[in-house]
């Protein structure tokens, strides 16, 4: 079971920190992520990363967004830096377990105002 939290209402230009703890074990094939959900559009890609730390970021959060996790606590975060109103959406946190399992945790809710 996966736990989001962190979201709030934040102005253009500011900061927020998601967390995304589990309640069970994290395997180090897993690789974790988070996603977002903007109102009336698709679930998209905006970062992730392995257990050795290596990490992937959607080109529109590059160099704003840093994702990082937390192996011995089974936890990882989102710091977002510099918001823009293009990232008003529901944030999900993810853990891929290969070959084939997915699994969501509960979205948290990301508002930027101007």
């Known amino acids: 079971q996966l736990q989001a939290s962190g979201g709030g209402l934040v102005q253009a230009g500011g900061s927020l920190r998601l967390s995304c703890a589990a309640s069970?074990?994290?395997?180090?094939?897993?690789?974790m992520g988070w996603y977002r959900q903007a109102l009336g559009k698709q679930r998209e890609l905006v970062a992730v990363?392995?257990?050795?730390?290596?990490?992937n970021y959607a080109d529109s959060v590059k160099s704003r967004f840093t994702i990082s996790r937390d192996n011995a606590k089974t936890t990882m975060y989102l710091q977002m830096n510099s918001l823009k109103l293009d990232d008003t959406a529901a944030y999900y946190c993810?853990?891929?377990?290969?070959?084939?399992?997915?699994?969501w945790g509960q979205g948290t809710q990301v508002t930027v105002s101007s």
């Open positions: 993810s853990v891929y377990r290969p070959p084939m399992n997915t699994y």
């Open positions: 990363i392995n257990s050795s730390g290596n990490t």
């Open positions: 069970g074990s994290i395997f180090s094939s897993d690789i």
